[in-house]
Structure formats: structure tokens, C-alpha cells
């Protein structure tokens, strides 16, 4: 019998509420996060629940990661799987949300905004930088600029899809 099984993702900048819905959907089937994969994640068996998810985007510590966890602790979500600033949290169906207030989900894309902000700007830099070094290097040509490029355009709508998210949070501030 099968104990885990992958899920792809749509991208949690594109579809956050959709995946975390979807993620709820597989844990009544008995299928749970464990982790996150190569672009999806891994399911793990159990008994069916009736679990929801929510993000929660923070670049914490090592040191201060047991006390951010028990701040949603407190509140009846438990930590999942973290992967860099983007932790996941699971609780019982019914558990107030983990962002309720415009302040608290425009801080909460603000982080992810300009991490990816960041990525795109270095990614296109590298490939602006590969078209000029070109002629000096067959490495460059096949391998640097071309998978430079096809970073920065997904790092770069990513960052527009967070930038439009925060700016309509922020509009309601």
C-alpha cells in the first residue's frame, strides 16, 4: 500500500488559497502534508481529517523558530514544513484564520515580495550580463543565459502576482 504520494502545485504566489483548499480536500482522504517537493509536495497516509491550512510568510531565526511556533501554537495551528520564509500550518476545520487583519496579510506578502523582487532583479541582471560575455564563452551562451532567462520571467511574474496581492491589502489599510 501506498504511504506517500506527490502534489503538484500550482505556485503559492498564483493559487495560495486554492492550494491550501486543495490540501484540506486530500487530508479528508486521508492524504496529509508532510513536506514540500520539487514544485508540489509530499502527501503522506493517516486516517482522513478535516484539516485546514494556511501560509504564513517570515524569515525566522533558527534560535526564535520554537517561539514563532508557539505563537500559532497558541492559536490552534500546528507547523507543518517550512521550506526558507514560507512555513505551513495546519489545524482543525473551524480554527480562526491565521491572518484576519489587512495589516497582518500585507506584511505577510511584503516579505515574499521582495525576496522574489530580489531573484528577478539578479536573474535578469545575470542575463543581460550573458548577452554582453557571449562571444567569450560557449558556457555562457548554451548554459548561463538561457537558464538565467527562464528564472527571472517566472521569479519576475511572481513577483508581480505578490506586488498586486499586497498593493489590494494595502488599498484597504
Given at each position: 500500500?501506498?504511504?506517500?504520494?506527490?502534489?503538484?502545485?500550482?505556485?503559492?504566489?498564483?493559487?495560495?488559497?486554492?492550494?491550501?483548499?486543495?490540501?484540506?480536500?486530500?487530508?479528508?482522504?486521508?492524504?496529509?502534508?508532510?513536506?514540500?517537493?520539487?514544485?508540489?509536495?509530499?502527501?503522506?497516509?493517516?486516517?482522513?481529517?478535516?484539516?485546514?491550512?494556511?501560509?504564513?510568510?517570515?524569515?525566522v531565526k533558527?534560535?526564535e523558530t520554537?517561539?514563532?511556533?508557539?505563537?500559532?501554537?497558541?492559536?490552534?495551528?500546528?507547523?507543518?514544513?517550512?521550506?526558507?520564509?514560507?512555513?505551513?500550518?495546519?489545524?482543525?476545520?473551524?480554527?480562526?484564520?491565521?491572518?484576519?487583519?489587512?495589516?497582518?496579510?500585507?506584511?505577510?506578502?511584503?516579505?515574499?515580495?521582495?525576496?522574489?523582487?530580489?531573484?528577478?532583479?539578479?536573474?535578469?541582471?545575470?542575463?543581460?550580463?550573458?548577452?554582453?560575455?557571449?562571444?567569450?564563452?560557449?558556457?555562457?551562451?548554451?548554459?548561463?543565459?538561457?537558464?538565467?532567462?527562464?528564472?527571472?520571467?517566472?521569479?519576475?511574474?511572481?513577483?508581480?502576482?505578490?506586488?498586486?496581492?499586497?498593493?489590494?491589502?494595502?488599498?484597504?489599510?
Amino acid at each position: 500500500m501506498e504511504k506517500r504520494r506527490y502534489m503538484p502545485s500550482a505556485g503559492l504566489a498564483f493559487a495560495e488559497e486554492r492550494e491550501m483548499k486543495k490540501l484540506s480536500k486530500m487530508a479528508k482522504k486521508g492524504w496529509v502534508l508532510e513536506k514540500f517537493s520539487f514544485m508540489g509536495y509530499t502527501l503522506k497516509k493517516s486516517n482522513p481529517q478535516h484539516l485546514i491550512y494556511s501560509l504564513d510568510y517570515q524569515n525566522v531565526k533558527e534560535d526564535e523558530t520554537e517561539e514563532y511556533y508557539d505563537v500559532f501554537r497558541s492559536a490552534g495551528w500546528e507547523p507543518v514544513t517550512s521550506s526558507g520564509s514560507v512555513h505551513v500550518f495546519s489545524a482543525e476545520e473551524g480554527t480562526p484564520p491565521i491572518h484576519t487583519e489587512d495589516e497582518s496579510k500585507a506584511e505577510k506578502y511584503a516579505v515574499m515580495k521582495n525576496w522574489f523582487g530580489s531573484i528577478a532583479c539578479f536573474l535578469t541582471l545575470l542575463a543581460i550580463a550573458s548577452v554582453f560575455l557571449m562571444q567569450e564563452s560557449v558556457i555562457i551562451q548554451r548554459f548561463i543565459f538561457p537558464a538565467s532567462l527562464a528564472l527571472a520571467v517566472p521569479a519576475a511574474l511572481t513577483f508581480i502576482t505578490l506586488q498586486i496581492r499586497y498593493a489590494s491589502v494595502r488599498k484597504n489599510l
